[in-house]
């Protein structure tokens, strides 16, 4: 036995060392596996809310809102959600990077990956409808989320500029009918042959987008053109 | 227990998770590389390789449990070593000025061929001067080029020590070797 095995031994007699418990180092690679799966996928939540805020964005109601085409596409951009994906692939490469085998792979690789997987599994959510929900969720326990995503019932509640929106609360005929503004205003929508979409029926209760003009300073709305409130692919 | 001096690492490892004796042969086996090993990335004197040495003997004896199988034994002790002499390098803030010239034979066997030296070269000042500027490279490159022409690891090995991927050896290895031809006129080598 050499000078430093005995001095190692008797150090580890010494100070009652024991090697730790393959459990803990289990735990700690279970751990990181975990939060990896936990990044990716939301990851992929983050991917499908924006491709809903993409879907659901009113590219063509620049021209009503008197803006360039160029600012209204930046203001299409969900700059919160780019964050939150950066961050989250961020976790997700790190923790990835910690586990036993992740040093074999180079950086680009597992980011790539990351974002690939998350971008099919971010259309799958954005498929089943999960999207709107979070949306939703976000929308009403955090205020600050709000002043950071595109503002959909605001910039569709501008009678001045043509933009109108709101429930159907009453339908007299196809070219006449009466809805309630998210604000409750009661609005007399009228026109001349409506055409209107495929997938959305004059009911009461159905939420619509509509263009047109407002007579005066009056109720009455001549209607141009009626939308659905959601895009057609999103739930 | 002398018959344990033909077992395998791995064996040794089990066999020192059952009984601490056991971990005596790992430290022979190891010891003396290692301490050269620290001596290569760190520049520390005998006297701090020692205690470094010793250190790196009690972190593995603890991490006993966490050695995973997939790797040689040698590949996951000489990462513990690694960075406990970065550790210590990074703490000390130096630089190692030269390396012991004596073991540097490997040096000779394949470094030259990669570097296109000549042959029929003195070989004993190629050697020193080699390891002069190895260790006056940065830490990257220096700790690649030992473990590659000093310690004779392979790509595997060095990306398992490092825990870098072996792409980013084989650049920290081509970029290594561009250094040190380049330090080659500027530091006169006999050559």
């Known amino acids: ?235 | 227990m002398s018959e344990n001096i033909d077992k395998s690492d791995e064996e040794l490892v089990a066999l020192t998770l059952k009984d601490k004796n056991h971990y005596r042969y790992l430290v022979d086996r190891y010891g003396a590389k290692l301490q050269r090993y620290i001596v290569r990335v760190s520049g520390t004197d005998p006297d701090d390789s020692a205690d470094i040495l010793q250190e790196v003997f009690l972190k593995a004896y603890r991490k006993l449990n966490d050695f995973d199988l997939r790797l040689k034994f040698s590949s996951w002790i000489y990462r513990i070593a690694h960075n406990e002499a970065v550790t210590h390098l990074r703490k000390a803030s130096v630089r190692p000025k030269t390396f012991n010239t004596e073991t540097n034979d490997i040096i000779l066997q394949t470094l030259p061929a990669d570097l296109n030296i000549e042959q029929g070269i003195d070989h004993r000042n190629l050697t020193a001067d080699i390891s002069r500027i190895i260790a006056g490279l940065d830490e990257k490159y220096r700790t690649v080029l030992v473990l590659r022409y000093m310690e004779d690891k392979d790509y595997k090995e060095i990306s398992d020590i490092l825990k870098k991927p072996a792409g980013t050896i084989a650049t920290l290895l081509k970029r290594g070797r561009e250094q040190l031809l380049k330090e080659i006129p500027t530091q006169k080598l006999s050559i």
């Not at chain 1, 429930?167 to 070219?175: A, D, G, L, P, Q």
């Open chain 1, 1 to 235: 036995m050499s000078e430093l095995s005995e001095k190692i031994l008797k150090e580890v007699e010494e100070k009652k060392i024991v090697p730790v418990p393959r459990c803990y180092f289990l735990c700690r690679e279970y751990s990181l596996w975990i939060f990896f799966v936990i990044a990716v996928f939301c990851a992929s939540l983050a991917i499908s809310t924006i491709i809903f805020m993409l879907a659901d964005y009113d590219w063509e109601i620049y021209k009503y809102l008197s803006r360039s085409f160029l600012v209204h596409v930046l203001l299409a951009v969900p700059y919160f959600w780019l964050i939150v994906l950066c961050l989250v692939t961020l976790v997700s490469y790190l923790t990835f990077k910690y586990t036993r085998q992740g040093y074999l792979f180079q950086m680009y690789a597992v980011v790539l990956g990351c974002v690939s997987f998350s971008l099919v599994l971010g259309v799958v959510l954005f498929y089943s409808g999960v999207n709107s929900q979070v949306h939703e969720v976000i929308s009403q326990r955090a205020p600050f989320y709000e002043k950071l995503i595109y503002d959909k019932d605001d910039n569709w509640n501008r009678p001045a500029c043509g933009l109108l929106s709101g429930e159907i609360t009453e339908v007299r005929n196809n070219n006449n009918f009466i809805i309630r503004d998210f604000s409750g205003n009661l609005w007399e929508m009228k026109g001349e042959n409506i055409v209107w979409p495929k997938n959305v029926s004059p009911e009461r209760g159905v939420l619509v987008k509509v263009v047109g003009q407002r007579e005066d300073s009056t109720d009455i709305f001549f209607v141009k053109l009626v939308k659905q409130w959601e895009c057609s692919l999103c739930h």
